[in-house]
Antibody
Framework: QVQLQESGPGLVKPSETLSLTCPVSGASVSSRNYYWAWIRQPPGKGLEWIGYVYYNGNINYNPSLTSRVTISLDTSRNQFSLRLNSLTAADTAVYYC?????????????????WGQGTLVTVSS | IVMTQSPLSLPVTPGEPASISCRSSQSLLDSNLNNYLVWYLQKPGQSPQLLIYLGSNRAAGVPDRFSGSGSGTDFTLKISRVEAEDVGVYYCMQALQTPITFGQGTRLDIK
């Protein structure tokens, strides 16, 4: 059973940078069968994929956030991280980290199977 | 790829069936004849939980009252007999290509 747990500040000021980490247990972030993803959900709204990283360093971002987001992998600590800069109130959301199971040489995503419990990040002065 | 769900709200009597539709703006069927369509249930106050993947495959531990069908651009999630524990918001998601996208969600409530 893969377990993930988001950690980071619950309150960030506008224009500042959000940093979240997601330690992983029960699986290795060096696995070829998983993407390591960030997904967010504004209060009362739907789910938005932010991006994911693969064991070899390949990263895909949502084009709507590409200019402000960085996802990285730390194999020594078996965790991955999210940085989102130039925050506004519109970035207020529950942020989830999740594992994405993939198949084949091209690592075709099948589904996000394990999710963290989510952490609410509020952008406010 | 834009994902569109209907209805957005679904009140159901316990024991009755329920059906949710999900349509994609592009086909989710690839050359391997896999439909990269996933269904999730987000129960109140919880993270989304995986129900169905590749359009019709139940995830481990998911009760057999849940079934997924469809191909290409039109998909359906069916619950044969709704139980009280099924309340929450159901999302479809396409996994075919980035950016990964979700439907708006369908809120299922018990009448």
């Amino acid at each position: 059973q893969v377990q993930l747990q988001e950690s980071g500040p619950g309150l960030v000021k506008p224009s500042e940078t959000l940093s979240l980490t997601c330690p992983v247990s029960g699986a290795s972030v060096s696995s070829r069968n998983y993407y390591w993803a960030w997904i967010r959900q504004p209060p009362g709204k739907g789910l938005e994929w932010i991006g994911y990283v693969y064991y070899n360093g390949n990263i895909n971002y949502n084009p709507s956030l590409t200019s402000r987001v960085t996802i990285s992998l730390d194999t020594s600590r078996n965790q991955f991280s999210l940085r989102l800069n130039s925050l506004t109130a519109a970035d207020t959301a529950v942020y989830y980290c999740a594992s994405g199971y993939c198949v084949g040489g091209g690592c075709q995503l099948y589904y996000f199977d394990f999710w963290g419990q989510g952490t609410l990040v509020t952008v406010s002065s | 790829i834009v994902m569109t769900q209907s209805p957005l709200s679904l009140p159901v009597t316990p024991g009755e069936p329920a059906s949710i539709s999900c349509r994609s703006s592009q086909s989710l069927l690839d050359s391997n004849l896999n439909n990269y369509l996933v269904w999730y249930l987000q129960k109140p106050g919880q993270s989304p939980q995986l129900l169905i993947y590749l359009g019709s495959n139940r995830a481990a531990g998911v009760p057999d009252r849940f079934s997924g069908s469809g191909s290409g651009t039109d998909f359906t999630l069916k619950i044969s007999r709704v139980e009280a524990e099924d309340v929450g918001v159901y999302y479809c998601m396409q996994a075919l290509q980035t950016p990964i996208t979700f439907g708006q969600g369908t809120r299922l409530d018990i009448k």
